[in-house]
């Protein structure tokens, strides 16, 4: 029994020096890799004992080397933390991205879904993919200029893999917009008067988006006079007084039902007088399959005319981004009757269906000047594709919930 004994005591004394000798080796090499001294944001390393000793701080302190370790893991990450607080970041972009949201589920999660899922390119990936694009309201003429140049890199490139489609359709998208973009906003001369024709059916926020671009340009060191052109309703009327006078700029209005010619013919020769630069002419809201009211647009185009040769020099048209295919519709009739020179896209961060900017520019070759994304004053910038198409596809890796949180989204509205 007393051998057994003193075998047990010897081996662990063995283990003992073997595990202290362990230590040691450890430590050592910690100390090699460990820089003599290092600062970080005006602390210093611990160095490491040569004699195997559990290293100390500075004070004299005894640590442990795991919380040693830790503590140079959390200091590189507070490190890198800093640096990225430090990095400017642009606040309209992250409206953007956070407006997209909607869109970025119902187009490019559903894209990049189909890429991750799909095992092979056949026929039955391409006709998925259509049925993507048409049913995120990109257009007819968009979808298949998507798809043919989709089709035609990945038999150039060879590509097998779908999700190495994901860049190639970002890039061809890319080169949609901004064929669309034309020179994104306006840029008038404040030398001489531009006279500047809003159109747009009711509810699309064209009054409300008058009032922000008017804002805009008097920032911009313009002087800008307001044109109330729908005399059809007096609210239309009083809710364009109620921005100019928070904006602070000159309206001229009539009384309800008059003339609306009259009014735009007044307003141009009130700027003349005033030596304004530009004119901004709110009209009624019409609904464009009202024969009669599309033709009064004519007239105003006449009269404006007339008091400034070349007048209107731009007729923006003012679309509610959640009408999706509908917003095609009214941009066909629009440009048939005003000849449109650009388009103001609103109402992007409540609609799933964000997509018909990416077509609505082509199927008319008419260019996006503005968006707008929220209902403050400063929520309608310039229309930057490459700012725009970045936000679009600032999404998260995961896409396979999308199905789930559509779901939620149709529960919640029925509640």
Same mark, same amino acid.
């Not at 007393?2 to 595990?19: G, H, V, W, Y």
């Not at 049925?131 to 007819?140: E, F, M, N, P, R």
């Given at each position: ?175 949609? %917009?901004? $064929?669309?973009? =034309?020179? #994104?906003? @306006? ?7 531009? /006279?500047?024709?809003?159109? !747009? ?117 003012? %679309?509610? $981004?959640?009408? =999706?295919? #509908?917003? @095609? ?7 048939? /009757?005003?000849?449109?020179? !650009? ?73």
């Amino acid at each position: 029994m007393q051998m057994f004994s003193n075998l047990f005591k010897r081996s662990s004394e063995n283990e003992a020096k073997e595990d202290k000798q362990q230590e040691e080796q450890t430590a050592a090499e910690i100390a090699e890799k460990t820089p003599e001294t290092e600062e970080q944001d005006g602390a210093e390393e611990p160095e490491a004992e040569a004699d195997g000793e559990e290293a100390a701080e500075a004070d004299g302190d005894e640590e442990p080397e795991e919380t040693k370790e830790t503590a140079k893991g959390l200091r590189g990450l507070w490190e890198k933390t800093r640096r990225l607080a430090s990095t400017p970041v642009d606040p309209w972009f992250s409206k953007i991205s956070q407006g997209l949201d909607k869109t970025r589920r119902q187009f490019v999660g559903r894209i990049s879904n189909l890429f991750s899922t799909s095992g092979k390119i056949d026929e039955e990936f391409w006709e998925e993919l259509e049925d993507i694009l048409l049913t995120s309201d990109v257009g007819l003429k968009a979808a298949n200029t998507i798809l043919d140049e989709l089709r035609r890199v990945q038999k150039e490139k060879k590509i097998k893999d779908p999700q190495e489609l994901n860049n190639e359709i970002k890039v061809i998208i890319s080169r949609i %917009l901004q $064929a669309e973009a =034309g020179n #994104n906003g @306006l840029h008038p001369d404040k030398d001489k008067l531009t /006279v500047i024709m809003m159109v !747009g059916v009711n509810g699309t926020g064209k009054t409300t988006t008058t009032a922000k671009l008017a804002s805009k340009f008097r920032e911009e060191g313009h002087k800008v006079l307001l044109a109330a052109a729908d005399t059809f309703r007096a609210a239309a009327i009083d809710q364009l007084q109620v921005w100019a006078d928070r904006i602070k700029i000159d309206l001229i209005r009539h009384q309800e039902g008059s003339d609306p010619g009259a009014v735009v013919f007044d307003a141009i020769e009130a700027a003349k007088a005033r030596g304004c630069s530009i004119v901004l002419i709110d009209t009624a809201g019409r609904l464009h399959n009202k024969n009669n009211l599309m033709e009064e647009l004519r007239k105003i185009k006449r009269v404006a005319n007339k008091a400034c040769p070349g007048a209107p020099h731009e007729t923006l048209l003012v %679309l509610d $981004a959640t009408t =999706g295919q #509908n917003a @095609l519709e009214q941009a066909r009739v629009f440009n048939n /009757v005003t000849e449109l020179t !650009g388009l103001i896209m609103c109402k992007l961060d409540g609609t799933g269906k964000g997509g018909v900017v990416v077509g609505i520019g082509q199927e008319f070759n008419i260019p996006v000047r503005y968006i707008g994304v929220g209902e403050a004053i400063d929520d309608l910038r310039e229309f930057n594709p490459e700012q725009f198409l970045d936000a679009l596809f600032a999404a998260p890796d995961n896409y396979k919930n999308i199905e789930k949180l559509e779901q939620e989204e149709a529960a919640a509205e029925e509640e």
